[in-house]
C-alpha cells in the first residue's frame, strides 16, 4: 500500500519570564500588592549585583544559580522591573513511524510506532523565585512536555525518550 509514513513535531521556546520575590517584605498599604482576591503579593527584590545574569540555563538544576545575597530589598514597590528575568528555554522532538499493509480488499493492517522526545533532551522549569525557599535559585522541577502519551498529568514523569509501538487492523 505504499511506503512507511514519517511525521514529527518540533517544539522550541525560549525560556518563560519570572520575578524573584521577597517573601518578607509584604507591604500591606501599598495599592500595587493587591491581588484580584484582596491578598497581598510579596515584594520583587530590587538591584541585582554585577555578574548576576538574567537569563537561566540547566546549569541551575544541580547548583543554585542565584542567592539572597545577590539582591537587595527595595525601598519602594515596583522599583525593579516584573518578570526581568527568564528560564531555561524548552526544545523536543517527537516522531511518528508507520505502515499500511492491505491483507486483502477490506482488511489492512497498521505497524507503526510513535517516538516521544526522540533525542532525549531534559528540559527544566524555572528557578525557585521565592527567597524564603530552601531551594532558592534551584531548578527543582521538569518542564511538562506538550506532547506525550500519558496526557499533561503525567508531569515530569515524561521527560525521558518513550517509545509506543502500535499495531492495528482496519476493516
Known sequence: MGGW????????????????????????????????NGGFLANILYAPAAGVPTSFGPSCATAACFSTSTFQTPADFNAFARNAFRGPG?????????KTFALNERYR???G???FN????????NPVSNN???SFGK???AAVSPT??????????EGMRIVQVFAKINF
Do not use: E, W
Not at 509514513?5 to 507591604?27: C, E, K, M
Not at 506525550?148 to 508531569?155: I, L, M, Q, V
Open 118 to 125: 526522540i533525542l532525549n533532551h531534559p528540559n527544566f522549569d
Open 5 to 36: 509514513q514519517v511525521a514529527g513535531t518540533f517544539f522550541y521556546r525560549t525560556g518563560f519570564p519570572f520575578s524573584i520575590a521577597d517573601g518578607l517584605q509584604a507591604h500591606a498599604f501599598v495599592p500595587n500588592n493587591l491581588t484580584a
Open 113 to 115: 510506532a510513535n517516538f
Open 90 to 98: 524548552y526544545f523536543n522532538t517527537d516522531m511518528n513511524l508507520k
Open 148 to 157: 506525550t502519551p500519558y496526557g499533561a498529568f503525567a508531569s515530569a514523569a
Open 139 to 141: 531548578i527543582t522541577t
Open 132 to 134: 524564603l525557599s530552601s
Open 109 to 111: 493492517f497498521t505497524l
